[in-house]
């Protein structure tokens, strides 16, 4: 079993933009710091359909609303520093987006979609003159497996394609751990993962309190109206639509392309959007001490990652609601004095209620999403609070948490697994038309 500092390391760590074209931009990076200097000339990225999926869409921090994976690329190679991780883009500016997408135009830049390759998957390979190198990302957004530089292998994770190594796997020991027994690791919890835990409540923060600045012309702001409709209805110590309104605001924000950071939770931004902020505008408002509600954001970064680890890095289903949310719920009832029963039974309200809402990719209004999982989240800890029992076998619930997530995870892996594909196929263009 991990450690809790293992696990905050692995899963809950900062994130500038979308997940997916920032790891696009992170293997770029990686192997054009493999390469001489001098004047690229190509790179050629192959993604999964998930990772292809959410990034054909979805605005690049600093760019100035351009959106994709090919923007993504060029960015990479262009002001991406690998050291980093995933605010890879922190030094993005004009100039460098001007180039990207000159980059971009005249054809230097080309990402593909493999059909077969599913979750995260992300192989770039940049040229310069006669030189290359190639970078390969697999199962985690920023754990490269593989470096090749001019046909030699500088860099190789053993056995990757088939055992775990020990970078893998936290994710594959969480997927067969009972939840009772995962939730334990909160208890080790000391002062240092206090502090760090409380930083992802600031940034996420920051970033909603920017997302309610906006203006409403700008983009979708879901955020923005929802705190005129609050305070049009006087609902201003309503905590639920609190709840909406500024998880609404931290993704119209993100999604948008601002240049602030998130703490992510589970491999994603909008995770930890919807796994931080219910909980954490809970504990302010009960009062409660700054270790209490850190070890509520912890409950909730284990809980979002049990779910996930048996949906999948990235699923077919919308995990900002399904995970985050139960994530959340059981953070949420931890405040109000429950137990890990009671956690246990508002994690099965959110994901029974959640499990049909479908991942058709990141843009915008993925914020109609984060603020449904978080505002449902909050819900479910109320009626779990209140008694309510749901330890039937009725439809995807079940008595047993990891049943009821597993249920919802066989629909999702054998029932939808045509998804992405149907998905790709609504969307129509390429990320590459979207900059054109």
Not at 208 to 237: I, P, S, T, Y
Not at 376 to 384: C, G, H, N, P
Request: charged share 25%; aromatic share 6%.
């Amino acid at each position: 079993m991990f450690s809790l500092k293992e696990f905050l390391r692995k899963e809950v760590k900062p994130a500038l933009g979308c997940t997916e074209p920032a790891a696009v931009a992170l293997a770029v990076a990686r192997a054009s710091e493999e390469l001489p200097s001098g004047e690229i000339r190509s790179i050629r990225v192959v993604v999964s359909d998930s990772v292809y999926k959410n990034g054909m869409a979805v605005v690049i921090p600093g760019t100035q609303g351009m959106r994709g994976n090919a923007i993504a690329a060029a960015l990479g190679a262009i002001c991406g520093k690998s050291a980093y991780g995933l605010e890879v883009l922190r030094d993005c500016n004009l100039e460098h987006v001007r180039l990207a997408r000159q980059w971009v135009q005249e054809g230097l830049v080309e990402v593909f979609c493999d059909p077969m390759k599913h979750g995260v998957y992300i192989e770039a390979t940049v040229t310069k003159g006669e030189c290359w190198a190639k970078s390969l990302i697999f199962r985690e957004h920023t754990n490269f497996v593989e470096i090749i530089r001019d046909g030699v292998t500088v860099f190789k994770k053993a056995f990757w394609e088939g055992a775990l190594n020990e970078e893998e796997s936290l994710f594959e020991v969480m997927k067969n751990t009972p939840y009772e027994e995962l939730l334990k690791l909160a208890d080790d919890m000391d002062a240092d993962d206090i502090q760090y835990v409380l930083q992802g409540v600031d940034m996420n923060m920051r970033i909603a309190e920017f997302g309610l600045q906006r203006k409403e012309d700008d983009g979708f702001c879901f955020g923005k109206r929802m705190q005129a409709l609050v305070k049009q209805q006087g609902l201003e110590n309503d905590l639920g639509y609190l709840i909406r309104m500024f998880c609404y605001a931290a993704a119209d924000a993100r999604m948008s392309g601002a240049k602030l950071p998130v703490m992510s939770s589970a491999g994603s931004g909008n995770h930890g959007i919807t796994a931080i902020l219910p909980v954490a505008l809970l504990g302010k408002k009960m009062h409660k001490d700054s270790r209490t509600i850190a070890k509520a954001l912890v409950i909730s970064h284990l809980s979002t990652s049990f779910v996930k680890s048996r949906l999948g890095r990235l699923s077919q289903v919308c995990g900002c609601a399904i995970a985050a949310g139960a994530g959340a719920a059981a953070g949420m009832v931890f405040l109000l004095g429950g137990d890990v029963r009671q956690m246990e039974e508002a994690m099965r309200i959110v994901i029974v209620n959640t499990a049909g809402m479908i991942c058709d990719g990141a843009k915008e209004s993925c914020s109609l999403k984060v603020g449904t999982g978080a505002f449902e989240a909050y819900i479910a800890a109320l009626f779990s609070m209140s008694g309510s029992k749901t330890g039937v076998v009725q439809g995807l619930l079940n008595p047993s948490i990891e049943k009821t997530v597993g249920n919802v995870a066989k629909i999702e892996q054998e029932g939808m697994c045509d998804l992405d594909k149907v998905i790709l196929e609504i969307l129509g263009e390429t990320s590459l038309h979207a900059n054109e």
